[in-house]
């Protein structure tokens, strides 16, 4: 590095990183919808089951913004209903979500065809085990007319029982997916959940050896091509677990590939191009085997709807772009201190401008490190002498929220400049600036001293 006439800080050229970004779909469409206004557990021997039976609860629900209605909330009415409503641990039960009547209807005045509404939704269990079961429906609804009511409908899924005693299911939130001219989703959630339990089952042990195993899903439907997070519990700790999707009794091509943690659990994602898929799965082992899995939970692909006789659909797509940061300039000049007195050179950090267009659900993190500060004749000043106190701001918009690092010592060691935090999505643009102080010993010899801070983008 040139020398620096005055106490400065030069800062080496940017790395850029670059993200794989996710693919987006961008798809628009019609046949939105509208909110109408609106102790213990016993032993089997002890308990009794007791029939299924509807119940109501508040609903929030966002339609499209293409109806340009907001929020609006509504009564839910629905009712679950089981295959087996006296089990035994180790049994797999197939659970039935119907929506008898939706907090929803039909907000334009097209009406709507026949069969072009995918619902998707989830189940909560509670009492002897805790789960979350992910159902989906087929496509298939009676015509709506224009401002007309929405239809009832029906959604199945399964879970696996795992403790013996009295298990209660709830209705939870909902997702009706249109694909009609252009593809919408409405989701509707419980605004005070849990629902009302709408069905008790009671399992007993059959003293058999239980797989525990289970996933989640973070969405039960999806246009072909979309990748769809699971999440696993139970698994092995430190085995590959496979991801696979389901069309019926037969597995797809559609694979990923994850490790369990310590713990047993996993995170990862997979995507789903087969438009036959009615499931998912995780599994230990070179094929799918239930005592070594979990799953199917139900997972519906969507798309391909009707374009009616005079109609044209339109399509495009969001490219995913790459995590990078530009600065205003590569020179700090610190003011000067005096022999004898020293203190704090003071300065500030050249603008340091981030820009994360990759559309995925990673955060980023900036850091810093300095090099010791070297003078005439191998005087020096270490790094740990050099403070910086951040500072981020997000520009509106964005769908991430910058943070700035805390403020003290940079060193050589390094230290956070500015980082945002993962999320479901991700992005934006931030603007990064920090003051920085260099505490100068006072018999520090007098010259000109020169460092080189290095920002790493994660």
Not at 17 to 39: D, E, F, I
Not at 116 to 141: H, L
Not at 200 to 215: C, K, L, P
Not at 266 to 294: H, K, L, M, N, Q
Request: glycine share 14%.
């Amino acid at each position: 590095m040139r020398p620096i006439t005055h106490p400065t800080i030069r800062r080496s050229a940017v790395r850029r990183r670059s993200g794989r970004g996710r693919r987006l779909a961008a798809a628009l469409g019609v046949g939105a919808l509208v909110v109408a206004g609106g102790g213990g557990l016993a032993t089997p021997a002890q308990a009794t089951v007791t029939a299924s039976v509807p119940v109501d609860f508040p609903t929030h629900c966002i339609p499209p913004d293409i109806a340009g209605i907001p929020p609006i909330d509504g009564t839910t009415k629905a009712e679950i209903t089981v295959d087996n409503a006296v089990p035994e641990v180790g049994d797999t039960v197939t659970v039935t979500y119907t929506v008898v009547q939706p907090a929803a209807g039909n907000p334009v005045d097209l009406p709507l065809p026949a069969d072009i509404m995918t619902p998707t939704g989830r189940v909560a269990v509670g009492g002897a085990q805790s789960a979350s079961v992910t159902v989906t429906g087929p496509k298939k609804n009676a015509p709506v007319p224009g401002k007309g009511a929405f239809p009832s409908f029906s959604m199945t899924g399964t879970f696996t029982v795992t403790a013996p005693g009295r298990i209660t299911l709830s209705p939870g939130d909902y997702n009706i997916h249109t694909s009609y001219i252009m593809e919408l989703d409405t989701p509707c959630t419980v605004t005070d959940p849990p629902a009302p339990v709408s069905e008790t089952i009671i399992a007993t042990d059959g003293g058999g050896q239980v797989n525990e195993r289970s996933i989640r899903l973070g969405a039960g439907s999806g246009a072909a091509g979309d990748a769809v997070t699971v999440t696993g519990a139970k698994f092995t700790p430190g085995a590959a677990v496979t991801l696979a999707g389901r069309a019926g009794d037969r597995q797809t091509a559609d694979t990923a590939t994850v490790t369990a943690d310590a713990t047993g659990g996993f995170s990862g994602r997979i995507t789903v191009d087969d438009p036959a898929t009615t499931g998912i799965v995780a599994y230990e082992g070179d094929a799918w085997d239930a005592a070594r899995g979990a799953g199917p939970q139900a997972y519906t692909v969507t798309g391909g709807g009707e374009v009616p006789d005079g109609s044209q659909r339109l399509t495009t797509s969001v490219r995913a772009g790459t995590l990078s940061m530009v600065q205003d300039g590569d020179t700090v000049d610190l003011s000067a201190v005096d022999f004898g007195r020293g203190g704090a050179a003071r300065g500030s950090l050249r603008t340091v401008t981030v820009e994360d267009y990759r559309g995925g659900p990673a955060g980023w993190s900036l850091t810093g490190k300095v090099t010791d500060f070297t003078g005439p004749g191998g005087a020096a000043i270490g790094a740990s002498a050099l403070r910086w106190t951040p500072a981020c701001a997000t520009k509106p918009g964005s769908p991430s929220t910058c943070a700035a690092g805390s403020a003290g010592p940079v060193g050589g060691a390094g230290a956070t400049l500015a980082s945002t935090p993962n999320g479901t999505a991700t992005g934006g643009e931030f603007t990064v600036d920090a003051r920085l102080a260099l505490d100068v010993p006072a018999y520090t010899a007098p010259g000109a001293y020169s460092g080189v801070l290095t920002l790493t983008l994660t």
